[in-house]
């Protein structure tokens, strides 16, 4: 109740320009926030998700909410289930579904199909646990998406160890809920599962741009709405006025950019998006983040501000672009109007207005600023030496703490720190610790010092992405690692891996450097155990999965057979190729000896840089 009273008073003051909450909300011109006031938005934001509870929104709609980084939602039709998103984990998603059911108290409707809004993981992992249990009911379940969904999983799955990583820290997954890590943004907190699972899905009904179909005796429109990621499915049930807009649409600014790494969200597609769907006239609106919105007038003001602040972002960045500024000028020129900068749902909980434009920039017109100097910038390592020839470390130092220091006294005496100066700090500290000058004595003073400011930074974010990202990185600092996916996960994650899956992981993972580019090499592996062939040739140091006919005879320098098992054992290290050959498990065939012939073999594998996760034995 606390929550719902301070977002309309937040609501009134946006329409009003009139603020002073005795919470410690601004007025427009005492931005940023004070430290404690960006605590209190963070903490209030974080009652849209607790406790966790199904919602009945009406017209036979529940939204179950707080049980993972997303909702499930379910429509209760006169023949059956429908459910929309799954979250993130099988136990989550069936806690969720169980509440879900309880609510109309009815068990015996058949679950008939599940929506997935898009390929994010906390919208679609849970679907698994659903099937299971509709397997033993004997309900044929249809699973719809659209028809780019896996290939956008595939594509992000070529970058999935990196992004988990990143994704570690713009969640906070490693950090402590209540006190570092205040929520997600969009959602509590990120869920994980007990165990690592194969998060294959196989889509039963896909679409291109819209369709309607006939569920549970309710009809559905699909359409495919643009936003947060290309291929985002919007849900239409015209008999209700109900609209499930997916992740296009929440209670914080729009993500037009993740800081945990993704391409390009297009805005003016995601604006578009909502124009689209606000002309539908719903009198239901149910997000697959945070909270229901009830009543046409409300949901039609709602997307005019969400859409009128990405617009407003994406029309401005463009404006300066065509007027020669740069990336960092044009951050320091957008600023969003205040009748939208304090809108409840424009409020920078999730994405940023800042790294929206950098985005937006980059998206369309690529990395480069156009200044000569940044065509072939130094490394951070070289930029740092060339800087210690004209300033010592200890006077990089004595500036980094200096900095520091000022911010801590602007804060003690007003509650504002000056994030310039954390912010020049940040960079002197890093600048510092690229040279690697480990044995130098200011070395790990200024480790701690770039900690200190890292956690200074994130005590006034009002981003929560931002804000667990700091915290984040100075976590993994002070306990001396590069991430907490370490070595065991990602060999966990492979030895779930498919044949289909694992394959073309060689070419991304090949060790140009290990290769001799005067050394061509074909291997053809082929599996007993699931009955497949996979040809992997190199020529010119780069390895290429070949897709031909390999029933028949193929030319290479080696065939091998074993079970797929067994490879993939192979491949994390816990078989290897000499003694599986000498039990018997491999057969050889080739022109050469079969002492040759495991040399091929056994290079063939040496050329998979695989020191992500094998450790010396």
């Known amino acids: 109740m606390v929550r719902i009273i301070l977002t309309s008073l937040v609501l009134v003051a946006s329409l009003t320009g009139c603020w002073g909450l005795g919470f410690g909300t601004p007025s427009p011109n005492k931005w940023p926030l004070r430290v404690f006031e960006a605590d209190d938005y963070l903490r209030n934001h974080s ?57 109309i108290d009815d068990w015996t409707k058949p679950l008939v199909a599940i929506i997935l809004t898009h390929f994010h993981t906390d919208h679609y992992v849970g679907t698994f646990r659903l099937l299971e249990h509709a397997e033993t009911q004997g309900w044929n379940v249809r699973i719809f998406t659209h028809e780019t969904t896996l290939d956008e999983m595939a594509r992000s799955s070529v970058f999935k160890l990196y ?42 009904d896909t679409y291109r741009d819209n369709t309607t179909v006939q569920l549970a005796g309710l009809e559905f429109e699909l359409m495919r709405t643009k936003g947060e990621t290309d291929d985002q499915t919007s849900i239409w049930i015209p008999s209700k006025r109900a609209l499930f807009c997916g992740d296009n649409l929440y209670e ?59 617009k407003f972002v994406f029309d401005q960045t463009i404006r300066y672009m065509n007027l020669n500024y740069e990336p960092d000028d044009i951050v320091m020129q957008v600023k969003l109007p205040p009748a939208l900068a304090y809108h409840p749902y424009l409020l920078e909980f999730y994405g940023s207005v800042d ?16 200044d000569a100097a940044s065509l072939n910038p130094l490394t951070k390592k070289q930029r740092a030496h060339k800087i210690m020839n004209i300033a010592t470390l200890p006077a990089m130092y004595e500036s980094a703490k200096a900095s520091y220091d000022r911010s801590n006294a602007h804060l003690a005496s007003s509650g504002f720190p000056i994030n310039e100066e954390l912010q020049w700090a940040l960079e002197l500290t890093t600048m510092i610790l690229d040279t690697k000058r480990t044995e130098n004595d200011l070395y790990p003073v200024a480790r701690q010092l770039k900690i200190d400011v890292l956690r200074a930074l994130a005590v006034s974010q009002i981003s929560a992405t931002g804000r667990n990202f700091y915290f984040t990185v100075a976590l993994e600092m002070e306990q001396n690692i590069n991430s907490f996916y370490g070595a065991d996960y990602i060999k966990q994650t492979l030895l779930l891996s498919t044949a289909d899956q694992l394959l073309p992981q060689y070419a991304l993972r090949f060790n140009a450097e290990a290769c001799d580019p005067t050394a061509p090499m074909s291997v053809v592996l082929s599996f007993t155990d699931i009955n497949r062939k996979y040809k992997i040739k190199i020529r010119n140091c780069v390895a290429n999965l070949i897709s031909e006919d390999l029933t028949s005879h193929s030319e290479c320098d080696v065939t091998a057979s074993m079970t797929w098992v067994l490879w993939r054992s192979i491949v994390v290290g816990d078989e290897t190729i000499i003694e599986s050959y000498g039990k018997g498990e491999i057969y050889l065939d080739g022109d050469e000896p079969w002492w040759k012939l495991l040399a091929t073999l056994e290079k063939f594998l040496s050329l998979m840089d695989r020191s992500d996760f094998l450790t010396a034995q």
């Open 355 to 370: 790294w929206s434009i950098r985005s937006i920039y980059q998206g369309l017109i690529g990395w480069f600023d156009g």
């Open 252 to 310: 914080a600014f729009p993500n037009l950019y993740a800081i945990r790494g993704n391409p390009n969200r297009y805005a003016k597609a995601w604006y578009e998006s909502l124009d689209k769907v606000r002309a539908l006239g719903a009198e239901y609106l149910i997000p697959s983040h945070t909270e229901p919105v009830i009543g046409a007038a409300k949901i039609d003001a709602l997307f005019t501000n969400y859409r009128n602040g990405i």
């Open 163 to 204: 992004a988990s990583r990143r994704g570690t820290r713009q969640f906070g997954d490693a950090l402590v809920l209540g006190e570092e890590l205040l929520n997600a943004g969009i959602g509590l907190e990120s869920k994980h599962n007990d165990t690592i699972v194969n998060d294959t899905l196989v889509p039963t």
């Open 47 to 103: 009652q849209i998700f607790i406790p966790r509870r199904v919602i009945n929104v009406g017209e036979d709609i529940y939204s179950a909410i707080g049980y993972a980084l997303a909702n499930m939602i379910m429509i209760n039709g006169p023949d059956g289930i429908v459910i929309i998103d799954t979250t993130e984990t099988m136990i989550d998603s069936w806690t969720a579904y169980e509440d879900l059911r309880n609510e």
